[in-house]
């Protein structure tokens, strides 16, 4: 819908045609589990656009309409009519494909069970909200991603007992495990069954059958990323990248010729590692969406990327990442040194008025560069890493963090911002010795 | 103190001695309005290093030590012992001045009166501790800059009447007028008079004589800014700039050989305008006093220049700003563009949860580059500067920061963060006109 809204700001008369399989579009996905906590009353809350205001700017938003299948030879789309149960095809001069993501779904026995639920679309919120009104008292989330422990504080807040259970060390894997060690502990403290190293057999009705036990569980719910939804586009011989998404240039451009591509089903370029990734983020397809429509309408402009960033405020913590953390800078192949600071969001003798803030950041071992950073905190410290996401953009090495003019007030941040303090401490661990220049 | 500890950590056997006039050292001035708030319970809570504890490094401070003069042929000091009432002249081999600012005092009539006060050391915070023991009923501050909004809020919890009188059209005069207005608004909500456009005539106790009448206070605190201490220093021919402040270069050092400075009492680059400036804040302070100490040690260290970044807090709403507001970007020559946006500080949908936040952005015309954005909002809003301050040292342009790639998540930011919203808006006005790629 972004590239659809930005064709028709710069082309008055292109006809544009979106076509979406189920009953909602231009909405939030990342609300969901304020919706299920109670944070938002209404699931219409989440919807950015009603497809009136699309039709308004003559934006043909046609809901319960599928693309089933690409011709891209005769340039065509078939598309299946769900309310009316019928096919028919179109042609199209350009074509922009959104199709998103689809949860990953672990292959064990039961997993299509109605009481497990994916979290990506409204309707997946519509089945939630259900399954919130029979008031669950026990609730499993399989995984440990942002938005599985997203909704897992969400059930909390609506009175049930939740377990998370995670394969890996810790949750929230795209921290390195010790930060990550945090969120669990943060977790615990408000009641949360955080179960790692465990992995799921089976699930049946009031059960989750782990490798150490059963969780009783009326409600699951997959907190286990997702997958590009890319099948049909693989079939119609879309060209896909290495991350198994459609590979697009920094224009939004697949390879053949006025097809584009944005938003979750599309791989980006990530800036610091260089690898192709598919980040499934509403704020890159936002992006994404903005660049294909603008290349889309004829215009110039270009989605050079992404860092990794993420941020998410989990049971009173606020968390945030950007670049590599320690595995991704392997894969990588730097080498690389570390350090992690622990200090207040203000300055200390504010005493209650601010909050704990850890950093760590990783910087490249020789040259200093900067390759990632991880935070977990109180109110106040998520999004401090937009400083080192701009950084990076910029290519920055410690000394240029150490440098920045950030800014300083006691209620807001110490006289040496944590950011800076983290750049300093990796500075040191860079070049030890009391000759250093720490 | 943050050279002295730096050479300390980088040369063991150097003899450093450190003349302190007043009675403490190595504290938070800026910490001085939440001790009379109330929010720090203890003026010794400022103190960050005890000199009990710089001794134990083995560096000499010297407290009731004023620094009379310099001979800097002879490489000498004369020294007051304020205590002792004598005067003594000691050698050295390097030197670092750092003394800091003094507040601005307006001159009228009653300037010099008891009840008066300025707000730049321990000592001034004792006296203004004392004053508020006798719970004075009416406080006037003269001056809208930073420290004195923030007294004037911090007397307001103390439950006097706070009247704020101020030559400019808006206070906060490092903000252009709409946005400082803001601040102006927020105050007067809370119960504070804000009286601008007005100048002070004179000073009695019990009134403080403005243009447009009397204004009845008990006590008065000078909010009317610093300027450098650099009255000695000019006597002894040490060199200064055209901002009135010590010249240094990027290394921290005068042309004089051997003889360094730092904080307050020097003057820095605006890395946007070029322009030689002195700002005196804690965070330039210590940063410049890490390289100094670097470089007096032998070690190789820069410090770049400032943004003029600022953040606070005032009567509920956050503050923040860098680069050059609209008169310092006319001053500097810039023609330029600025667009102002309105948004909130997480998904608009999450209600109460999230604030409202206003950015401003102004934009270099013709190429684009990012001159400088202020910031005022609600909680989380202030810091979010800090990407901008980032983006300036980065030269970043509008489409570089649209790019960015900022933390996303409905309780800490909306899908388009503000920043880039407002760098979106600003290209908007660049590039006018239905054809253009905003």
């Known amino acids: 819908m972004a590239a659809a809204s930005q064709v028709r700001r710069l082309q008055r008369d292109v006809e544009i ?57 005769a340039r065509t789309v078939e598309v299946h009519n769900i309310e009316r149960g019928r096919t028919f095809t179109m042609g199209f001069d350009q074509l922009h494909l959104a199709t998103g993501a689809l949860p990953r779904r672990p292959h064990v026995p039961g997993i299509e069970l109605p009481h497990v639920f994916g979290v990506q ?37 609506r009175g049930a007992e939740v377990t998370v259970v995670d394969r890996a060390a810790q949750p929230m894997g795209t921290l390195d495990p ?59 011989g879309v060209p896909l990248g290495e991350s198994g998404a459609v590979a697009v240039d920094r224009r939004q451009r697949t390879s053949i010729e006025g097809v584009f591509a944005a938003g979750d089903c599309c791989e980006s370029v990530h800036l610091v590692s260089g690898a192709k990734v598919n980040v499934a983020l509403g704020t890159h397809a936002n992006k994404q969406g903005r660049v294909a429509g603008i290349n889309l309408a004829g215009g110039y402009a270009t989605f050079p990327g992404v860092m990794g960033t993420a941020v998410t405020k989990i049971c009173a913590n606020e968390i945030g990442r ?18 992690t600071i622990d200090a207040t969001t203000g300055s200390q003798y504010m005493g209650d008025a601010v909050a704990p803030i850890r950093v ?44 920045l003019d950030l800014g300083y007030a006691p209620p807001l941040s110490s006289v040496w911002d944590p950011v800076a303090a983290a750049a300093r401490a990796a500075l040191g661990a860079l070049r030890p010795g009391p000759g250093a220049s720490r």
Chains 1, 2 share one sequence.
């Open 17 to 73: 045609v979106v076509l979406e399989k189920g009953n909602w579009a231009s909405y939030s996905a990342c609300g969901i589990p304020y919706l299920v906590g109670g944070t938002v009353s209404w699931l219409k809350d989440l919807v950015a656009r009603t497809p009136e205001e699309f039709r308004a700017m003559r934006i043909d938003l046609r809901l319960h309409h599928e693309a089933v299948a690409l011709d891209l030879e």
């Open 360 to 403: 760590k950041m990783l910087a490249e071992r020789g040259n200093g560069r900067v390759l990632g950073a991880q935070i977990v905190g109180g109110p106040g410290s998520a999004k401090r890493i937009d400083v080192v996401a701009t950084a990076l953009s910029a290519r920055m090495t410690l000394e240029d963090v150490i440098s």
């Open 121 to 157: 679309t409204l309707t997946d919120a519509e089945a939630i909200l259900a399954a919130v009104e029979q008031a669950p008292r026990r609730v499993c989330v399989i995984g440990g991603g942002y938005v599985g422990l997203e909704l897992a504080e969400a059930f909390l807040i």
């Open 178 to 236: 010790d930060m990550g060690a945090l969120v669990a502990a943060a977790m615990r403290k408000m009641g949360i069954t955080v179960r790692t190293e465990e992995g799921v057999l089976g699930i049946e009705k009031g059960a989750v059958h782990a490798e150490h036990g059963d969780i009783p569980a009326d409600v699951v719910i997959l907190g286990t990323g997702v997958r590009p939804n890319t099948d049909m586009l693989a079939v119609a």
């Open 322 to 339: 950007t670049g590599c953390n320690e595995a991704e800078a392997i894969a990588a192949g730097f080498e690389y040194v570390t350090a």
